[in-house]
């Protein structure tokens, strides 16, 4: 797992949007340090009213009303081709059998906090990246290793959330031979 030396966690500003489905103030552009993403192929899932990082990125949601690229639950299959992307990026509700957050703030069922892993790994190409935005520190997903762990606040009296970041293995070299990069 790599280390975030430089700080030991990141103080974003809290998104100051009218539709509350944003990334914190500041995330994109740290993230970038840790994992560059310009000209890369990066999807959002859940994507809400988040910045994109190029002119060619996906943003998947099911809200009509955010103008999506793509109209779809992140929870199903999605219609995106296999081992697409180089960065996928993830922002769900924070919804837990005990705080639903999706359905008063987006009118949307309760979203399981695995539920859109599957399909995360499986659109994300071999040595791509999966960022997954929680309250939750997520197990490794099936055929990932953890690559950083940056927990991230966003100011007084609000949760604290934390990057749980992923990198898909190379299935030849990582499975069959044993190596790594």
Known sequence: MKVI???????????MK??????????????????????????????????RINDTDIT???????????????????????DYADVVLVDPPYDTDKMIYGKPLYGTDYVKPYSFCKEAVRITKS?????????LVYKTLKHTDRYALIPITTGPNMRIRVLNIFRKKNLITDFFVGGKE
């Open 127 to 135: 040595g791509g990246y999966i960022c997954i935005l929680h309250q």
């Open 60 to 82: 998947v949601d099911i809200n009509q009303d955010i103008e999506p690229n793509l109209l779809e639950d992140c929870t199903k299959n999605l219609s995106i081709e296999n």
């Open 18 to 51: 009218a539709y509350r489905g944003a990334y914190p103030e500041g995330y994109l552009e740290r993230l970038e340090k840790v994992i560059p993403m310009k000209n890369k192929q990066v999807v959002h899932l859940f994507a809400g009213k988040s910045s």
């Open 5 to 15: 030396t430089e700080f030991p966690y990141w103080a974003c500003g809290r998104p």
